[in-house]
């Protein structure tokens, strides 16, 4: 298959929600389409299961099973499918972002009777950011949930992006009979079995009197409900999809299977297949010849022994060759990768090639970064993977002053895994870490210790926000680093950070320093 067609058959997104909206139930029900798994419960997903906080070594233990499940690809339809699972857990929040960078879409799966939560809404921002193309699958509509109409605002509101209702629901909870497919123009009917196909009616007229036949007397209330949809909402346009301003909604229930293949027949339609991607000197083209990718996310080993690591690439352009020699970019040495692998739903293989919008894993030995880019010789660096500001901050001190080596080697790979971020301060170079959750610090304490032989204690600092801040206007940074001293810190990356302690005193850096930017987020 010539290299164009291969790309344009990828469609490699991923699925996002709030923890328990159901991510993992429509994953393992879209690879039973696609035929990677048999049956329902056999994929493991990268589900962290609700645990104490303190447990974290389990938690580490379920993400080692997860990194065979980071990827799945199967093929439906002539389409070659890549989901990028995203730990639901929200002190990894940082993964998924960095996931995120790696798709060219994204399903959003909503509970019902939740409508949208927190997590939610965060990666819609990120999604926002990078203009990524949205559908939104309302699930549990076997359960009582809120009207789809306020449910629908709801989404609009808080994911700040205008949607188009392409199902229906016909009643919901007890009472759920199924949806009317708008995009197929078909009604399917619910029977509530998870292993069961759903039954699919073609009917392109609801007026049509065999409805009342088929549904009785929730006829008239599915007519009413999409003669609203049809008023109220412009029709779809998936150019408008594609652009990101408008989000597709398909209503169903992932547990009972219902509504599942509906979503995955409209989503290879209209789902954009590799986009360019952005370097710092020129944009991309994956129909490009050459080979280039770049590294999103690392995963360590969970076995002390072996202190290698699984870097994930993303394939942006050309088509990648095993035990070809390319460019680290940074570095400005050359690699060849002799066990690249694949991820299918069960297994990991290794494999000679891989096209644009695949994710290959590549053996690790500490030398890549996550952002890294490959290529096969060109000199360019893809750029916009998010680091966003830290809600935790402790001052990380050694323990072991015969160590200090150890600890800074340690800290310095645990950081470019994206495990945490590490801020210097200017004035006195003290260390702080600074974490999504809390329990990255154990898992860092831990690491350390049984990785790099380094002991660490932590020290309470109170900050409220890592700002990256930036200007045009010379005497202004240089006043305020002055006035700000003790608040001055650099990233890894050795940008100039604003390690703010309240709201208020940030909000007087700005109100004074009206020429300086001040951010919550950096990229890559
Ligand atoms: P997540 O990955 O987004 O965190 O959610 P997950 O799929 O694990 O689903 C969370 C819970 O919601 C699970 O129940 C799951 O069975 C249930 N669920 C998913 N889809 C539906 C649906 O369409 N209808 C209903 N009624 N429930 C649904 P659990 O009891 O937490 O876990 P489990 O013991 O069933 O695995």
Redesign the pocket.
């Known amino acids: 298959m010539a290299l164009k067609d291969e790309i344009n058959r990828r469609r490699t997104f991923a699925?996002v929600?709030?923890?328990?909206?159901?991510?993992?139930?429509?994953?393992?029900k879209l690879l039973l389409y696609g035929g990677a798994i048999r049956v329902a419960g056999a994929v493991k997903?990268?589900?962290i299961k609700?645990t104490a906080t303190s447990d974290f070594m389990e938690i580490e233990r379920q993400r080692g099973i997860s990194v065979a499940t980071s990827v799945m690809g199967f093929e439906y339809n002539g389409k070659k499918i890549n989901i990028l699972d995203t730990p639901?857990h929200k002190d990894f929040a940082e993964d998924t972002y960095r996931t995120l960078t790696a798709v060219d879409s994204v399903i959003i799966?909503v509970?019902t009777a939740k409508g949208v939560e927190t997590q939610t809404r965060k990666l819609m921002e990120v999604c926002r950011m990078r203009n990524t193309p949205v559908i939104v699958f309302v699930?549990?509509?076997?359960?009582e949930g809120i009207d789809p109409f306020d449910l629908c605002d709801d989404i609009e509101k808080e994911l700040k992006i205008n949607v188009r209702p392409l199902s229906w629901p016909i009643n919901q909870g007890a009472k759920f009979k199924g949806v009317y497919n708008i995009y197929e123009k078909s009604l399917n009917l619910f029977t509530p079995n998870s292993q069961e196909i759903t039954e699919t009616i073609a009917f392109d007229d609801i007026n049509n009197p065999e409805l009342d036949e088929i549904i009785g007397e929730d006829a008239e209330k599915i007519r009413e409900d999409l003669e609203l949809v049809e008023g109220v909402y412009p029709e779809f346009d998936i150019d408008s999809y594609l652009k990101a301003e408008v989000a597709p909604v398909f209503f169903?229930?992932?547990?009972?299977n219902?509504g599942v293949q509906e979503l995955l027949n409209c989503f290879i339609d209209i789902a954009p297949s590799p986009l360019p991607v952005k370097a710092i000197e020129r944009d991309v083209v994956p129909y490009e010849e050459k080979f280039s990718g770049f590294i999103f996310k690392i995963h360590a080993n969970m076995d002390p022994n072996h202190r290698d690591r699984i870097a994930f690439v993303k394939v942006c352009s050309g088509i990648f060759k095993r035990n070809t020699n390319y460019l680290h970019v940074k570095l400005g040495k050359k690699f060849k990768f002799s066990t690249p692998t694949a991820f299918m739903a069960e297994k990991k293989s290794i494999i000679d090639e891989a096209f644009p919008g695949d994710i290959i894993g590549i053996h690790d030995t500490g030398t890549f970064k996550i952002g890294d880019t490959l290529t096969e010789g060109e000199k360019i660096h893809y750029t916009g993977i998010p680091s966003f500001s830290p809600e935790l901050f402790k001052y990380v001190v050694n323990a072991d002053p015969m160590k200090s080596k150890q600890l800074n080697k340690g800290l310095d790979q645990l950081m470019d895994e994206g495990v945490a971020q590490l801020f210097t301060f200017d004035f006195n170079g003290r260390k702080v870490i600074g974490t999504v959750g809390a329990l990255q610090f154990e898992v860092i304490q831990y690491r350390l210790l049984h990785e790099y032989g380094a002991s660490c204690n932590y020290e309470g600092i109170s900050l409220y926000k890592a700002c990256w801040f930036t200007s045009d206007n010379k005497t202004q940074i240089a006043d305020f680093k002055k006035r700000k001293y003790q608040y001055i810190a650099k990233d890894k990356h050795g940008k100039d950070v604003f390690m703010a302690d309240s709201a208020y005193i940030l909000q007087n850096a700005q109100d004074n320093y009206p020429d300086i930017k001040f951010e919550f987020k950096t990229e890559m």
């Open positions: 699925i929600s709030h923890p328990d909206a159901g991510k993992t139930t429509l994953t393992e997903s990268n589900k609700k639901g799966v509970d699930n549990k509509m076997d359960r169903g229930s992932a547990l009972n219902f």
